[in-house]
């Protein structure tokens, strides 16, 4: 699985930067407007209106999608897009707290919001103590669930300084139901720190074969399946459990053609299943096999 | 008077292919090595855990990986017509040695692994059929031998090492058709194991087919 002109190619293109970005914010409390401030409970559902009267109980909820840089510094590794959930926790009067999950990173951010029209402008601030904080200042139109807004890095040296989004409100529910579709096989691994030169693996429609999640794999399942291929099977465990993944190769797969993935924690290992735990067994063991042995002269 | 064959031997050949099988066996023992300490849950047992629990499994396999890889120095010495004529008694305690480990050992316990064998019931046929024919050929080279029947001894010993060779010719095929197509891993299992060891023997057919028609098979006076 050796395509290093491929992944040469990949690269020149520099089509997923390498760099991980991650939001943040601290509490700052601009002038607060007149709206209802009110401590809201963590309602994720979209509400339908027919008149449009939002209180900010309707902003709370994971706002999701691309997170792409918008300031970056060429000459290093970045990482031009991720998949991002920004979350509003709770807004107090005009006091907001959230945190935002993307590239296997959970950080929390304070700040202010107030109503400005139909919508609400918000700021939140990430704590500073992770060299990737920084300042979301966003506007959030509760009638379309949409966020719009810039990240911006405390720190300007970092591979991305600032990057952009446009999310969508939505809800997060684990659902051991959710297939692959077909657009992961177009899908290219990327590894990072490739051993020659660059690496590239390509995952192929064998991935749709198995949900790892409600059926019980067999050694005959995997034992013929590419090591590519194993890894995407493997990690579609994590991703129905909205685990946010650090290993850009997954990231690659799953934030881009993965459209019901959602990152929303980092850490999901205690909500493993039974059946979820025995084939992430037997399927790393086959995924190491294959890593180790595959190429080398041996069986 | 026992008779002596002299086979044509090919001075340039060896010395290319000496240097090669010696690297060959190298990293045959190299996998081997893996084993040692004895582990079961090591490079090639690692996909082999659902039969590792299995008692004549484990042993088989223990058995094979220790055995085969003394199977191999053979083809430094039994092919060699100074070393033969020169020094017989090494040459026939070598010949005990590949005979026993190949007939006793090696190959009754290959039989056991195949029938375990990954890639379903071709390579199942393939490896049980390869330990079959291993412990038969060695069977009647030595009889040939016990005979006085020099020639026919030389040409099962042929047969029986270039099935031994398989071990060697298994991998390096599975190297390079991964090398150059890529298939998924069981495919390449499924092709290697008629591959490794069938190609080999028309190989050892033909080098004993060349014998007879160039009729430089001499026998001379011991």
């Known amino acids: ?299 | 008077m026992s008779r002596r064959i002299r086979f044509s031997s090919y001075p340039q050949t060896s010395m290319l292919l000496l240097p090669l099988y010696a690297l060959f066996c190298w990293l045959m023992v190299q996998i081997t090595w893996q084993y040692i300490p004895w582990n079961t849950d090591v490079a090639f047992l690692r996909i082999k855990q659902e039969y590792i629990s299995m008692a004549h499994y484990r042993w088989a396999f223990l058995l094979h990986v220790y055995s085969s890889i003394l199977v191999l120095p053979a083809g430094f010495t039994q092919f060699s017509d100074r070393l033969r004529l020169r020094w017989p008694s090494v040459h026939r305690q070598m010949g005990w040695v590949y005979a026993i480990i190949s007939i006793f050992l090696a190959g009754p316990s290959g039989f056991v692994i195949g029938w375990y064998a990954n890639g379903g019931w071709s390579s199942q046929l393939a490896f049980c059929l390869l330990a079959v024919l291993w412990i038969l050929f060695g069977c009647l080279a030595i009889l040939r031998a016990k005979q006085g029947a020099y020639e026919a001894h030389k040409r099962w010993m042929y047969r029986s090492f270039a099935l031994a060779l398989s071990a060697i010719t298994l991998r390096a095929w599975k190297y390079l058709i991964v090398a150059i197509w890529e298939p998924r891993p069981m495919d390449v299992y499924q092709i290697v194991a008629w591959l490794g060891w069938v190609l080999n023997l028309l190989i050892a057919e033909w080098l004993i087919l060349r014998w007879k028609n160039k009729n430089t098979l001499k026998t001379l006076p011991s």
């Open chain 1, 1 to 299: 699985m050796i395509r290093s002109l491929f992944c040469m190619l990949l690269l020149a293109f520099a089509v997923f930067g390498c760099g991980e970005s991650v939001p943040g914010s601290k509490p700052e409390t601009p002038p607060a407007d007149t709206t209802s401030n009110t401590v809201s409970p963590p309602a994720e559902e979209e509400t339908p209106v027919q008149k449009p009267e939002y209180t900010t109980a309707d902003l709370i909820g994971y706002y999701v999608g691309e997170f792409k840089a918008t300031k970056y510094d060429e000459s290093k590794n970045y990482v031009y897009y991720n998949k991002i959930n920004i979350s509003i926790d709770s807004i107090i009067g005009d006091s907001l707290m959230g945190h935002s999950v993307v590239a296997g990173n959970d950080r929390p951010f304070q700040g202010s919001i107030r109503k400005q029209g139909e919508v609400y402008q918000g700021e939140g601030r990430e704590p500073g103590d992770d060299r990737y904080d920084g300042v979301f200042r966003f506007t959030v139109d509760p009638s379309l669930s949409k966020m719009t807004g810039q990240w911006v890095a405390y720190n300007n040296k970092l591979p991305v300084s600032e990057r952009g989004y446009e999310l969508e409100k939505r809800s997060f529910r684990y659902d051991p139901n959710l297939r692959l579709s077909m657009d992961v096989g177009w899908a290219e691994l990327y590894e990072r720190n490739p051993k020659i030169m660059d690496q590239g693996e390509f995952v192929t429609e064998d991935v749709l074969k198995f949900n790892p999640s409600t059926e019980l794999l067999k050694k005959e399942d995997v034992e013929n399946l590419y090591k590519g291929d194993i890894e995407v099977i493997r990690n579609s465990i994590y991703a129905r459990h909205g685990y946010s993944f650090k290993n850009r190769k997954m990231r690659f797969v799953f934030d881009k053609y993965v459209e019901w993935y959602i990152p929303v924690s980092t850490d999901i290992r205690d909500q493993l299943t039974d059946v979820e735990r025995k084939n992430i067994a037997l399927l790393k063991r086959y995924e190491e096999h294959a890593e180790r042995y595959y190429d080398v002269f041996g069986r």
